[in-house]
């Protein structure tokens, strides 16, 4: 048998031909179990770090929390795995003794802590939307490209079989080509009304100061931020297109193979300076391709009290028409696609009979966790996920300019028409939470 000192020799020798061998190989948990770091131990934060330590192979490390009443749950289950108050000093203490991270944290954390794990060449997982804003985003994805690492965005449903269903029969050309897509959100976080002027202490074994994090200081307000009220907020959340829009579009990029759009338009009302506002409507346009009926395809984006028009909900023919989900219209025929259900292709009269395509659903904690551990790929690593997440993020930007046409260059990564708008492409963090390459 080969010793270690002759295998690594050898491997070493075959990098020159093939450059990202010893890397891969290197990378892989040396002792057949990936050891898991988590950003975040409640709510969505612990249905990740849960969908991923489930998996045989994985053990889950550490736990990184700001609040030491959400840790129940971890502590029940996981009672090995070693808890943190501060992120950084995680990541710094556990260096060498954890091959991969996942990050459920508020928005506004997302970029810092994945930026950090990647530079520490940690695989990483994070929940949507990738980030909270495009230069995050990019750099990200370029990191990401540049350390050849397994990434995933937590967009579950895009292993759901009801989600790939509907990517076959529009690829398929079932309704012919997509002349326009539909999608919407009966989800409310905006707010219309000021920020109360009260400060409340923070609750005891709660850290502000480190669930702020990158954002800029300012006090503590009961039930204004944490724990769920923060997707209303300016700095923290991206607003109900951010938290539904990389799920629910998600089909619609997929199956569509759609890039960077063209232009974007908000007809909605402008955020307060606090909150990002309620019942967007949201207009993008977007290159078109094989798939699409024209030269350019336009999508629309509705939430809260907004739904599509009349005439666009009576495509359902009788089908009840649900709070969230997509309509496309072909030049044969139109699918609805509810989040989540298996589409209903329409007029229902004109598909009886027809052979629906079918599929599996499998899981996406697992295949990120696979595909640390050498096995596979993931299906929504960043350079796909980041794409999806940037064009999801374009839409709350642009309700800062209500009804205006903002025309997107997405090779250079700025509006061309209104430089004013490119301020909010990338935030300045405060002063002691630099990350390297962002803010």
Sequence with gaps: ???????????????????????????????????????????????????????????LACVAEVDANRLDRVKKKYPDARIYADWREMLHKEKGQIDAACVGTPDHMHAPQAITSMHMNLPVYVQKPLAHD???????????????????????????????????????????KVKEVHTWSEK???????????TDPAPSGFNWDHWLGVAADRPFIKEVYHPGNWRKRLDFGTATFGDMGCHILDPVFSAMQ????????????????????????????????????????????????RLPPPEI???????????????????????LLPHIAVPTLLPQKDFTGFAMPDDKTTDHYFEFADAVLGIGKT???????????????????ATRFPNTTLQWNGHKAKFTNMPEANQYLQ????AGWSVPGLG
């Design 313 to 335: 909900r009576a495509l359902a023919d009788g089908v009840k028409f649900p709070g969230q989900g997509s309509m496309f219209i072909g030049t044969k025929g139109q699918m």
């Design 134 to 176: 495009i230069h995050e985003i990019r750099t990200m994805m370029k990191l990401a490209k540049k350390k050849n690492l397994p990434t995933q965005m937590g967009i579950q449903i895009h292993s759901w079989r009801e989600y790939k269903i509907a990517v076959k029969l529009i690829q398929s050309g079932a309704i012919g």
């Design 1 to 59: 048998m080969t010793d270690r000192r002759s295998f690594l020799r050898n491997a070493a020798g075959a990098a020159v031909s093939a450059p990202f061998f010893v890397r891969e190989l290197l990378s892989k948990p040396p002792s057949g179990t990936l050891r898991l770091a988590a950003f975040g131990a409640s709510g969505m934060a612990y249905s990740t770090l849960d969908g991923i330590a489930s998996h045989p192979k994985v053990k």
């Design 188 to 198: 409310k976080w905006g707010d219309a009304a000021k920020l109360p002027t009260t």
């Design 427 to 430: 935030r300045k963090y405060r």
């Design 379 to 397: 299906s929504t690593p960043f350079d796909y996920s980041g794409a999806l997440t940037e064009s999801v993020l374009l839409g709350p930007l």
């Design 258 to 305: 759609l890039g960077s759009p063209l232009s974007v338009r908000s007809e909605g009302a402008a955020p307060n300076g606090e909150s990002w506002a309620l019942d967007t409507l949201i207009r993008y346009v977007f290159p078109g391709n094989s798939l699409t009926a024209e030269k350019t395809m336009n999508l629309t984006w509705y939430d809260g009290d």
